[in-house]
């Protein structure tokens, strides 16, 4: 294949340069430290804390596990509220916690949970909510804050997509009682696989720190039925080497969404996500919507950009309620969620990351304003 049609991903993880990893590699041969909390864990806890602006992060081998830890750490008993778009993690782990998912529909317009319509699925046994920051774009957290409080309910967010994201200034992982985060290579932030929960003070994050140890108290003592959630040494270092780095990918990342935005302007029946300048974003996926008038379906421009060697996905599809082990929840009915069936139907999102070229941004977008013209 020719540079011209090699595939072209929706991601790509952001490789800092290799010489400053091994460099990390070689202090962890010198310490002989692999993992269980060692230094290099200790350094990224704290410059993540610092670099995202939150009281306490806590790490982890993945996002999956510390969504369940997450979870778990607030003894929760009953039904969660939570949206049916998203990465199949955000259902599994509230499941995995013997807890019920109950789907409220996502906002006309928006891909995140409708707040306004979170009361309404409040029973005698929800004890929870679990929204998505869906793509990096910030919840209605005011709202589902005061919802939350006027039923006393736990919030925790997934926030998966959101490294790095500010409103008015402030970190929104600062919101609800525990926001969650995923490091793995296709996130924005990546240390190959992992995650983190951010918390709100140093007693939470101790027991969670816990929690992610099998549950070990001490020598003597097990507390609890934990699981082991511990990142190691390697994937430390790499989020270390990474975290300088980063600030120079998001931009990135932004300029190319600004190209998308120019490129694909006026073109009839493609929806672009929506900017807001009060929201300092992570550029972490370009989601558009495609839809009447467009000449061809969804499916048919997926299909038409797989041809042509552009790995578009169709993020979030199916939705989590349309899953065989999820559909027959009462909440999971299509009735319930036009917004989020609609949505699924119609998303795609193109491909984004740092080193992706002008070029590339061209070819991909010539495809989408003239797809009669390719096979
Ligand atoms: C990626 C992702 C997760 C899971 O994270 P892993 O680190 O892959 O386990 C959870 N929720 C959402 C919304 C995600 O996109």
Excluded at 45 to 67: I, S
Excluded at 207 to 219: M, P, V
Excluded at 252 to 261: A, K
Aim: hydrophobic share 40%; proline share 6%; charged share 20%.
């Amino acid at each position: 294949m020719s540079a011209s049609n090699r595939p072209i991903y929706v991601t790509r993880p952001h490789l800092p340069p290799l010489k400053e990893f091994v460099d990390h590699l070689e202090r962890i041969w010198a310490s002989g430290v692999l993992t269980n909390r060692g230094p290099m864990h200790r350094q990224l806890e704290d410059e993540l804390a610092r670099h995202l602006g939150v009281g306490h992060v806590a790490l982890f081998n993945n996002g999956m596990q510390a969504l369940v830890t997450a979870l778990q750490a607030l003894e929760l008993k009953g039904e969660v509220i939570t949206t049916p778009y998203s990465f199949v993690a955000t259902t599994h782990a509230i499941v995995w916690n013997d807890l019920v998912p109950v789907f409220v529909d996502v906002e006309p317009g928006g891909f995140n949970i409708d707040a306004g319509r979170i009361a309404a699925a409040i029973t005698e046994r929800t004890c929870a909510i679990m929204p998505v920051h869906c793509y990096g774009w910030p919840c209605d957290v005011e709202r589902i804050a005061a919802t939350a409080q006027r039923f006393g309910l736990k919030v925790i967010y997934d926030s998966a997509h959101a490294f790095g994201v500010r409103i008015g200034g402030r970190s929104v992982l600062e919101h609800g009682d525990l926001s969650v985060l995923s490091f793995h290579a296709t996130k924005v932030f990546n240390t190959f696989e992992g995650g983190a929960i951010v918390c709100p003070n140093a007693e939470i994050k101790a027991r969670i720190d816990r929690l992610k140890n099998f549950g070990i108290r001490d020598e003597d003592h097990i507390e609890a039925v934990g699981l082991n959630g511990k990142m190691n040494e390697v994937q430390a270092a790499f989020g270390l080497v990474q975290l300088r780095h980063i600030d120079a990918a998001i931009e990135r990342r932004g300029t190319v969404c600004e190209r998308y935005r120019e490129l694909l302007a006026g073109t009839a029946g493609i929806e672009l996500p929506r900017s807001d300048r009060s929201v300092q974003w992570n550029h972490a996926y370009f989601p558009v919507r495609v839809r009447e008038p467009y000449p061809i379906s969804r499916d048919a421009l997926y299909e038409r950009l797989h041809n042509n060697g552009i790995i578009a996905r169709k993020y979030f599809y199916p939705l989590l309620s349309e899953l065989p082990m999820y559909r027959n929840l009462p909440s999971a009915a299509p009735a319930n969620l036009p917004n989020a069936t609609r949505l699924a139907r119609e998303v795609l999102c193109l491909p984004l990351y740092p080193e992706l070229t002008e070029a590339d941004v061209e070819r991909i977008v010539g495809i989408i304003r003239v797809p009669e013209r390719f096979p």
